[in-house]
C-alpha cells in the first residue's frame, strides 16, 4: 500500500515493468509480466526496513569486487526462485 499517490511506472525492459516515486525517484518495486502476482518490494524503501533482514543473497554473479557477501545466507548466482515459481526457502 502506498501513503500517498500512485508510483510511476516504467517498462525498463522487455517484460519488466518498475515502479518509483515521481516525486523523489525513489525505487520502489519489480515486476515481472511473467511473474504477474509476485511484486518484489525495495526494502530500503519502507518506513521499517530494518523489520526486513535479508535472507539470502541474489544476483551474487553480478555484485561488485567491493562488496562483501553474508556467508550465513544462502547464496544464488541469479535468482533464487525457479522459473515461475515461488522463492526457495
Known amino acids: ?3 500517498a499517490a500512485q508510483p510511476a511506472r516504467f517498462r525498463s525492459s522487455p ?3 518498475r515502479t518509483f516515486c ?3 525517484g525513489t ?3 519489480y ?3 511473467a511473474e504477474a502476482d509476485t511484486i ?3 526494502t530500503a524503501s519502507l518506513d521499517s526496513p530494518d523489520d526486513f533482514a535479508p535472507t539470502r543473497e541474489i544476483w551474487i ?3 561488485l569486487g567491493w562488496e562483501r557477501l ?3 545466507l544462502p547464496q544464488y548466482p541469479g535468482s533464487s526462485r525457479p522459473a515461475g515459481g515461488v522463492a526457495a526457502p
Open 70 to 72: 553474508n556467508d550465513t
Open 31 to 33: 515486476q515481472r509480466d
Open 40 to 42: 518484489d518490494v525495495t
Open 1 to 3: 500500500m502506498f501513503s
Open 61 to 63: 554473479a553480478h555484485k
Open 15 to 17: 517484460g519488466v515493468t
Open 22 to 24: 515521481s516525486q523523489c
Open 27 to 29: 525505487s520502489l518495486t
